[in-house]
């Protein structure tokens, strides 16, 4: 009888804000975790060094040497490519551009390193142990400041032949709708985003409509945020509701246009604005059962995410063990 | 040395005025063809007897045997099911409701039958031997009366679970636009199909805009076809030409969104309309090139379908060979 040996991948989520590494087994099961602030302002060299460092950690915390691990994986920012490993151009990083992070990193270990872009690590963790464990078809919808996405068709994360699949938050929904960073109009993260969320709750309360929000923020709209707007609605404010129903009902369009287009199982909403629970659910249900054709809107589950802020890591660290399999 | 059979495959594009028949090699090379009228109000037998009989027809200008093919294809108006070869509903086919077209053809041959809807086996002809050829990830838009599609993903056509991937006539363009025959507003088919096109044309011609189309139509608004829009334009007509553009304005509007979403490497324009050259082609590029994100707007070639009123049978054909290989 052959005795498998258990394999580790690390996983790294490189954010703006924190990095978050991980130590996962072959079946995806959380074995350790760090976090440390991302500090970008510092330099390359000083981030390189806190990602080696974290994964050193994890793999401490587990009582294994880094020479056990079979896999490392990196979730960053983008665009990047995943053949070369480079950072392309990354404005919450601190702008970097051109930085070969994953041959960076590689240095510091024997095992194989493997660099994708963030949304795709969050949506394979989902997709690998999360709410879409078991599923083939499948999207994941990221909404955050911006909003973002990852596509698995028949089982295969679908990455495209440039790496840029999935960006869900430049497809246009309001032809004349308000600008977007991208350069046009009406795009759904111009709409939908976390940042698009406040500017519309922003632009009602200029107006003077009367909502709780004013209080949370104390008056100084600068400070609003979409957490703000989504405990107003839990209180049963009229425009936080509005607001959030307008989300969805932006988001819903979208997703029916995905409907109709890929015949999704599921569609998993990942993020901070996930958490706005039937405020925003509802309303993308509507609109895909209006929008889309009978057969697959009902095939089409639209569920939230379940691994929260780990996700992106522990994807990461599955893309890894997808890229350089156990031996 | 081991000598290879040839293998034969036969694919009939049915339609809802003709069934195009066809026979082709393992290489996609077209062997014979027949075509003849569908008369689908004839009843579900006689369709089935056409079909079979113009299948032993391109078999005997060929001088093989039926028995010596290795698959038998047919593209059928859907919806209908791969999995159980039924149409499941076919307005085009004299309101067919759940018709084992597959069987009943199947019957008749020992050979493998296998049912696909028609815009997938049209797209499957230009990826195997059209426009598409060598391309692995390729969208094709079928535009006609309606509008549909075909996808494929790193080399597979992707069907999605239900067999309904593809339905890009069905994303939403303008949230208030005209009203769709699916009950929605603004999708693409009820805006840029054969048809929107004809209606966009009328509504401006019944407004009194001066155009060759009303000579054309001989001032009877009922007989106008895409083709005069089409001539009017060829002969410099101002309506014409803008009536196009926006043609081809709302379809770069959907296919932006798919170079976001699916970074394909190439977007082949099928259907009569595919004529229309750069009266509508140029507009498409334009939309791509100002809303989707530069890389994958750069990779991504727009161009007409080059096989005809042949490609939906040699698709057909092209699919069973795929389904069934050659032993």
């Known amino acids: 009888m052959q005795i498998l040996k258990p394999s580790y991948a690390a996983g790294v989520d490189l954010g703006g804000t924190t990095i978050t590494t991980v130590l996962v087994n072959e079946t995806g099961r959380l074995l350790s975790q760090t ?15 806190k990602i080696v460092n974290s994964i050193k950690e994890v793999c401490g915390q587990a009582h294994i040497e880094t020479d056990q691990l079979t896999a490392v994986g990196i979730g960053s920012p983008g665009p990047l490519s995943t053949k070369t490993g480079i950072v392309i151009d990354a404005p919450n990083l601190n702008n970097w551009v051109n930085v070969p992070l994953r041959d960076l990193v590689q240095k510091h270990f024997k095992t ?10 969050a949506a394979y963790g989902e997709f690998w142990v999360g709410a879409g464990k078991g599923i083939d078809n499948l999207m994941v919808i990221t909404l955050g400041t911006g909003i973002g996405g990852g596509m698995f ?35 759904l993260e111009t709409l939908a985003s976390a940042t698009g969320l406040v500017n519309r709750a922003i632009h009602s309360l200029r107006f003077g409509v009367s909502s709780l929000m004013m ?16 405990e107003a609605a839990l209180k049963g404010d009229k425009l936080a509701i509005e607001l959030l129903r307008e989300t969805g009902f932006y988001i819903g369009i979208a997703a ?3 409907v109709n287009l890929l015949n999704p199982e599921m569609i998993i909403i990942f993020g ?3 958490g706005a629970g039937e405020f925003l659910f509802a309303p993308i249900r509507e609109e895909i059962k209006k929008r889309a054709f009978p057969t697959p809107a009902a095939r089409v589950k639209v569920v939230p995410a379940i691994l929260g802020n780990n996700a992106g890591a522990i994807g990461a660290a599955g893309i890894a063990l997808m890229e350089f399999p156990p031996q």
């Not at 976090?35 to 060094?49: I, P």
């Not at 949370?216 to 979409?226: G, I, P, R, S, V």
């Open 256 to 258: 029916a246009g995905i």
């Open 153 to 187: 068709i028949d089982g295969k994360l679908y990455r495209g032949p440039d790496d840029t699949s999935g960006e869900i938050g430049h497809i246009p929904i309001l032809l004349n709708g308000p600008l977007c960073n991208c350069g046009n109009r009406g795009c």
């Open 112 to 121: 194989n390193v493997f660099l994708d872009n963030d949304a795709n690590a």
């Open 215 to 230: 209080d949370f923020c104390e008056k100084d709209l600068n400070k609003l945020t979409a957490k703000m707007v989504h």
């Open 272 to 274: 901070g604005l996930s």
């Open 35 to 49: 976090k440390c602030l991302t500090e970008a302002s510092l330099g390359v060299d000083t981030v390189v060094n």
